[in-house]
């Protein structure tokens, strides 16, 4: 199963609405988790379960999602939220696959 | 708070063996499946290899036969032998734990990450 995400990059300004999409190439369920990763830094779990917000995420993010498309959605994007986002699926594991990411910059 | 320090990353030559160490800590090490994932420079992230909490291994096609992923329950320790590096293997290597006490599902937290650079 191999999971795409779009887009590649974006910049948007602070207070935008960002959205990212992920597809997967087969039907993985709601197994789909959603990692920050800012520069420099190590991932960070924040959704998953398609929805499923981490403990201690800011409410401004969100997921949705099921099957084979999936979005992440940053409500008001801060200046804190710079970093790559991936997409991973956990649906028939072994192999746990990410999509490619997404740089998001003001 | 769950802790995971890796260790043992270097500069090592193509063809030659090295083996990481994650230490954990904070949590009840041998209920956890755990994980190494693999980060290139400036590239996204690769699952390499899971140790199930009750004795399994498997691992990603780009290092089976070569990466071998081994836990010592007893002093809280997850390993990752690798044997005939090549170049491409060149990566930040982060040990991982899974979100779930028993059977696998998803990655939550992670270590720092051990840089392993494969190069004459």
């Known amino acids: 199963i191999q999971m795409t995400q779009s887009p590649s990059s974006l910049s948007a300004s602070v207070g935008d609405r960002v959205t990212i999409s992920c597809r997967a190439s087969q039907g993985i369920s709601n197994s789909l988790a959603w990692y920050q990763q800012k520069p420099g830094k190590v991932p960070k779990l924040l959704i998953y379960a398609a929805s499923t917000l981490q403990s201690g995420v800011p409410s401004r993010f969100s997921g949705s999602g099921s099957g084979t498309e999936f979005t992440l959605t940053i409500t008001s994007l801060q200046p804190e939220d710079v970093a790559t986002y991936y997409c991973q699926k956990y649906y028939s594991a072994p192999p746990w696959t990410f999509g490619q990411g997404t740089k998001v910059e003001i | 708070q769950v802790q995971l320090v890796e260790s043992g990353g270097g500069v090592v030559q193509p063809g030659r063996s090295l083996r990481l160490s994650c230490a954990a800590s904070?949590?009840?090490?041998?209920?956890?499946?755990m994980y190494w994932v693999r980060q290139a420079p400036g590239k996204g992230l690769e699952w390499v290899a899971i140790s199930s909490y009750d004795g399994y291994q498997y691992y990603a096609d780009s290092v089976r036969g070569r990466f071998t992923i081994s836990r010592d329950n007893s002093n809280n320790t997850l390993y990752l032998q690798m044997n005939s590096l090549r170049p491409e293997d060149t990566a930040l290597y982060y040990c991982?734990?899974?979100?779930?006490?028993?059977?696998?599902?998803?990655?939550?937290?992670w270590g720092q990450g051990a840089l392993v650079t494969v190069s004459s």
């Open positions: 904070g949590f009840n090490f041998s209920s956890h499946a």
């Open positions: 991982a734990r899974d979100r779930s006490r028993g059977a696998w599902s998803l990655i939550e937290y």
